[in-house]
């Protein structure tokens, strides 16, 4: 099994700024790919920003240019560095791990990030 540990939600005012972090720990053999999703309410999850094996990065089309994921591999860390964030972006955000031979999909259990206008 593996768990994933997130941190840094919270509180901002719009055009401001936060790091969330998932550490992943477990029964790891590989991960493929490491990444964040998100919820609004009413709304379906989507893709925030992943990033892949061998270096590739791919990001929604609403956050392209504001944020950036970045991956500490011997920690087996992801982050998600937003900038600019607007009161639209209020959401819970899940990070997600792809792992193992079979491509297994793990997700956190969310973390809560409010943009307030």
């Known amino acids: 099994q593996v768990q994933l540990g997130e941190s840094g939600g919270g509180l901002v005012q719009a055009g401001g700024s936060l790091r969330l972090s998932c550490a992943a720990s477990?029964?790891?053999?590989?991960?493929?790919?490491m990444g964040w999703y998100r919820q609004a309410p009413g709304k379906q999850r989507g893709l925030v920003a992943a990033?892949?094996?061998?270096?590739?990065?791919s990001y929604g089309d609403a956050v392209q240019g504001r944020f950036t994921i970045s991956r500490d591999n011997a920690k087996n860390t992801v982050y998600l560095q937003m900038n600019s964030l607007n009161p639209d972006e209020t959401a819970v955000f899940y990070c997600?791990?792809?792992?193992?031979?079979?491509?297994?999909?793990?997700w956190g259990q969310g973390t809560q990030v409010t943009v307030s206008s």
């Open positions: 997600w791990v792809r792992a193992g031979i079979q491509g297994r999909d793990y």
């Open positions: 477990g029964s790891i053999f590989s991960i493929n790919a």
């Open positions: 990033s892949f094996s061998g270096g590739r990065t």
